[in-house]
């Protein structure tokens, strides 16, 4: 039954053989099909050259296949490797895709394809919380141009930045009134749309350096908005 069940879940979606990608190219995701460490289906040995789609199935044996390790977090929920991407389509594809994997429709299945179903899941539901926020989703593009910041590096921030970001925290543990934490909120979250705008234009101009530094700053306020969600009491 989940057999059948699986199988038209794909078919209505068209997301087997051909896929919802059909509709524009996917960034990398070629390249990534094409390097796949495991050209054969490892149920029936059919041949990897004639993967389809998502690459999810074997299309003789329609048996679920590991997860492809060279495939990128953009390529996976069908987003361009960019900074800006529309979260509603993000959230349809990331929908799309537990459908597709979540471990509840292979309750039946072989043990083997429980497992990469629960690989499968696990990678959908980490790319779908890394592109979705900003931050995460502007060091990750990074992390893909070769560049990362290391936790608990200050990055060369300069003096007027850090001074700044010690006066909110100071006002953050000297606030005791809703009406003084609703002001510090609305002081950070002005921060990070700017910052955010930044961001986005640093990478459209393939300004890496100017991102990384953007992101360093966003990554400074989003410590200061975990710290007001701590602070927050009953008022």
């Not at 990128?72 to 800006?84: E, M």
């Not at 039946?108 to 899941?121: G, L, M, P, V």
């Amino acid at each position: 039954m989940w057999g059948r069940r699986t199988g038209a879940l794909l078919r209505v979606r068209g997301l087997w053989p051909a896929g919802v990608l059909g509709r524009r190219p996917l960034s990398c995701s070629a390249a990534s099909l094409a390097g796949n460490s495991s050209p054969q289906c490892w149920n029936c040995g059919g041949p990897g050259s004639h993967m389809r789609g998502d690459g999810f199935f074997c299309p003789q044996c329609r048996a679920l296949q590991p997860p492809d390790p060279t495939r990128d977090y953009f390529s996976l929920l069908d987003c361009n490797r960019a900074f800006r991407v529309d979260t509603a389509k993000l959230q349809t594809r990331y929908q799309e895709l537990q459908r597709l994997v979540h471990p509840d429709f292979f309750s039946q299945r072989s043990q083997t394809e429980k497992d990469f179903s629960e690989k499968h899941s696990t990678l959908v539901n980490d790319a779908y919380k890394t592109l979705l926020a900003p931050l995460s989703r502007g060091l990750y593009l990074l992390k893909l141009h070769g560049v990362e910041i290391p936790e608990g590096t200050d990055y060369e921030m300069d003096r007027q930045f850090l001074m700044e970001i010690m006066e909110i925290n100071e006002k953050l543990a000297e606030a005791q009134s809703e009406a003084a934490m609703k002001e510090i909120e609305s002081i950070v979250r002005a921060k990070q749309k700017e910052l955010t705008d930044n961001v986005s234009r640093a990478f459209e101009q393939d300004d890496l350096e100017k991102a990384k530094e953007m992101l360093t700053k966003m990554r400074y306020f989003s410590n200061v908005e975990e710290k007001i969600k701590l602070k927050k009491i009953p008022f």
